[in-house]
């Protein structure tokens, strides 16, 4: 689609009832971000309360109708996601708009690649619209769906905004603090403790307000285009404060609208445990989903995907979350295990169904699931998108240890094209299941402190030893060769046996964000420089020639809130792993003060960090390991007239060749790395250390 133009949804798809909105986008540098928004319009251009923005300190409607489902790396960048339930739009709302916004008031202009794109409910992509004339504005309206005739319809906005998510939210009604200052990560509302309740946390819906504003003009199009903009509010976990009781018979005073503030709130971490009852250590507390007496992978397989089917069925933010970017509506959910189904001469019988009614019209998916490492097949997938196709049903959904690639399926099946009806084909991992229990139950909270409990004792299910859940654990049979022929110096470029080994090297480096994102609560995702229109495949290759060439593996990760981005380096040949980052240098200051000031920084950092001053000349700054520039900081300063450009730090270590099973395996090497490299280090650097270390 072209700026300005439009177009019906039900003249592109018969599934337009649910739609996914895909906001994409890549970085030349690879550290380019942005944050998705959602805002309700009323017929006047503006939200009728703040509880019409949906961004990340709001990101879900209660009625189902808005959901963001979060970022997830693709071949080209980044791309964000929000699920529309537009059956469960309300009557008053005649517009949605679609919107993104920077951190620091960062144009979109140095982001490539930006993109729009909107997907039926069986994920059948129905349009595109690219934007190509971002400059300075740091937030930008991509489009809009709006109601005519009795018609959903989509618009082709495009419209950039200079003064940041703070101006959008005000142009569209929304009363806020400008948070600006505090570099989009300030504090927002909080979350706190509420007296009588066991899980340490309250409930209150944030104040509502609704800012006067005359319509506005329609821009382009049939419907009337209000100004970009976004107002927010959400429901919110604060601390409960007591209130002095009214008079009887006074009236009740209005509450004064509440300015609301962009700035992501700061989330409590979980209270400390309680002192046990135990006698001795040896006493273990009874769990409600044992894992000790598992003893076939079978029984693995069966326990896990019951266990999993029951806790979403009951835990309806936790099944939404696994659902919603499969189309599933917000609905009432009901889980089925080991399910017969009619298929030819003899029934098959998946692994489950999930079903969820969202006023009275059903969407179904069936589950395919693996434990302890075991591949999928693929023609019992074939067998149920099949079963799926014939009887109506809109998902297949597999699960398994492995993660997903785009461009690279974990199975291939065949789609028959004459078929009306689609199914979608999806894949989780057990490690992302993990990952949105921990979101929920650590850094997000849950308003049931039953729901909180239930998502617990799943998680640590899924963390046990014998629960066969542990995620990603296997590099494949190419492993051990492609190390081999590294050794001896036997292998050579184009081997497909190394073109595995990058795809297993993605899988682990995803899998590790998952972990990692799950433990801070905040946004940790591969890197991944691309040119645009590159094929994955084509990448892939080059990267192995690369690997053939010089036996290195490298992977960076971005985390949210930090100082620059996370290197990782397996020397193969050496045996070696590298954890890095490079910190720019201060725009002020004197260079002496910056190298004292990064050492008592590093003061509770690993002795053997190795520190390296960068500089803009032709030979290499000075370097040495943390412990003995922890005397003598100035030994960090050039000896000659080189300007320092920052410093890089790094810590290595040695891992194992092993696929993965034993505490020294290299999978196992990789994820403690990371977390030794980020708790010790990375964690305790100043975020803003682009303008001061």
Not at 343 to 371: F, M, N, Q, Y
Not at 492 to 513: H, N, P
Request: aromatic share 4%; charged share 25%; proline share 6%.
């Amino acid at each position: 689609m072209v700026k300005g133009s439009n177009v019906g949804l039900a003249a592109l798809s018969d599934s337009t009832d649910s739609v996914i909105v895909s906001l994409g986008w890549s970085s030349p540098g690879g550290d380019g971000d942005a944050d998705v928004s959602v805002l309700l319009l009323a017929a006047d251009g503006k939200v009728r309360s703040n509880a019409d923005f949906f961004f990340y300190n709001n990101p879900a409607a209660e009625d189902g109708s808005v959901q963001l489902l979060g970022q997830t790396p693709t071949e080209v960048g980044t791309e964000d996601r929000i699920q529309l339930d537009l059956t469960a739009v309300p009557a008053g709302v005649e517009r949605l708009v679609i919107a993104a916004s920077r951190h620091q008031r960062a144009a979109f202009g140095q982001l490539d690649n930006l993109r729009l794109g909107l997907a039926d409910s069986a994920g059948e992509q129905l349009l595109t619209f690219p934007i190509a004339d971002a400059d300075s504005e740091s937030a930008f309206v991509f489009g809009e769906i709006y109601r005519r005739n009795q018609e959903w319809k989509f618009r082709a906005v495009g419209q950039g905004y200079d003064s940041g998510l703070a101006g959008l939210a005000t142009d569209f009604g929304i009363e806020i603090d400008d948070d600006e200052t505090d570099d989009g990560v300030g504090e927002g509302i909080e979350e706190g403790t509420e007296e009588g309740t066991d899980d340490g946390v309250g409930e209150r819906t944030g104040d509502e307000a609704t800012a006067p504003g005359a319509p506005q003009p329609s821009a382009v199009g049939e419907a009337p285009a209000a100004p970009d903009g976004a107002g927010p509010a959400a429901k919110v976990l604060v601390p409960a404060q007591a209130q002095p009781p009214a008079a009887e018979g006074a009236p009740s005073a209005p509450a004064a609208p509440k300015r609301l503030r962009t700035a992501r709130k700061k989330v409590t971490r979980p209270r400390s445990a309680r002192p046990s009852l135990a006698e001795n250590d040896s006493w273990r507390s009874a769990r409600l989903f044992p894992a000790t007496s598992l003893k076939s992978d079978r029984e693995r397989e069966v326990r896990a995907t019951s266990v999993l089917l029951s806790v979403m069925a009951q835990v309806p933010e936790f099944g939404r979350r696994l659902t919603a970017a499969f189309g599933a509506p917000a609905g009432r959910m009901e889980t089925f295990a080991e399910v017969s189904l009619p298929h030819g001469d003899s029934p098959k019988r998946p692994d489950g169904v999930i079903r969820v009614d969202r006023a009275g019209r059903l969407w179904t998916a069936l589950l395919e699931s693996k434990t302890n490492g075991n591949p999928l097949k693929a023609e019992q997938v074939q067998d149920y998108m099949d079963i799926a196709a014939r009887r109506g049903y809109e998902a297949v959904i597999t699960l398994s240890n492995d993660v997903a690639l785009e461009g690279s399926p974990l199975v291939s099946v065949k789609i028959d094209g004459r078929r009306k009806h689609k199914v979608m084909l999806c894949h989780l991992s057990w490690a992302e299941v993990a990952f949105q229990a921990k979101m929920l139950i650590r850094h997000e909270g849950l308003t049931n402190p039953a729901h909180g409990w239930l998502l617990e004792e799943l998680l640590h299910y899924l963390q046990h030893e014998n629960s066969g859940c542990h995620g990603f654990q296997n590099m494949g049979p190419a492993w051990v060769p492609v190390r081999n022929g590294i050794d001896d110096e036997t292998l050579t470029q184009g081997d497909e046996r190394a073109v595995q080994v990058v795809e297993s090297w993605e899988r682990l480096i995803r899998q590790v964000c998952l972990q990692l994102g799950g433990e801070l609560g905040v946004k940790v995702q591969p890197v991944q420089r691309t040119r645009r229109g590159e094929d994955p495949r084509d990448r892939r290759a080059a990267l192995a020639d690369r690997l053939c060439a010089d036996g290195r593996l490298n992977a960076e990760i971005r985390i949210e809130d930090t100082v620059g981005t996370v290197t990782i380096t397996a020397d193969l040949r050496l045996g070696k792993l590298r954890t890095s980052i490079e910190i720019p240098a201060p725009e002020q200051g004197y260079p002496l003060s910056w190298v004292k000031r990064l050492v008592r920084q590093l003061a509770e950092a690993p002795a053997d960090l190795h520190v390296e001053t960068l500089t803009d000349g032709a030979a290499a700054g000075p370097r040495g390991t943390l412990e003995k520039l922890r005397p003598e900081p100035g030994n960090l300063l050039p000896k000659d007239s080189s300007k320092i450009t920052g410093f890089r730090l790094s810590l290595a270590k040695s891992v194992g060749s092993t696929r993965g099973n034993a505490e020294t395996g290299f999978i196992r090497g990789v994820d403690a790395a990371v977390e030794r490299f980020h708790s010790g280090v990375v964690a305790h650097l100043d975020h803003r250390a682009g303008r001061r270390v």
